[in-house]
Nanobody, 120 residues
Framework: QVQLVESGGGLVQAGGSLRVSCVAS????????MAWFRQAPGKEREFVAA????????YYADSVKGRFTISRDNAKNTVYLQMNSLKPEDTAVYYC?????????????WGQGTQVTVSS
């Protein structure tokens, strides 16, 4: 049973940067693949980025490739998402979750997420 808490969201102008964090409790994250998802008002939740248990492999949605970087620090039980060159269309609530390898499908409980708002 893994409890996930996202933080670090906020309001930024287009072209700016922001880093969101996901801290786990209950169990260590060292044996879990992790991913970030986001959901904008009126839209379905979508995949953003994923990282394997040891950080050896990362994968990004085309919409964020080259701008976002996912990383993890297993000693701190934390996963990060560094977001650069932000666009208004990046505005959403960002969530993290444990995921399967290959299809990156979430299987854990969802946290509250953290709001990211990008102004134009």
């Amino acid at each position: 049973q893994v409890q996930l808490v996202e933080s670090g969201g906020g309001l930024v102008q287009a072209g700016g940067s922001l880093r969101v964090s996901c801290v786990a409790s209950g169990r260590t994250l060292s044996s879990y693949h992790m991913a970030w998802f986001r959901q904008a008002p009126g839209k379905e939740r979508e995949f953003v980025a994923a990282i394997t248990w040891n950080g050896g492999t990362t994968y990004y949605a085309d919409s964020v490739k080259g701008r976002f970087t996912i990383s993890r620090d297993n000693a701190k039980n934390t996963v990060y998402l560094q977001m650069n060159s932000l666009k208004p269309e990046d505005t959403a609530v960002y969530y993290c979750n444990t995921v399967t390898r290959g299809r990156w499908e979430p299987y854990g409980s969802w946290g509250q997420g953290t709001q990211v708002t990008v102004s134009s």
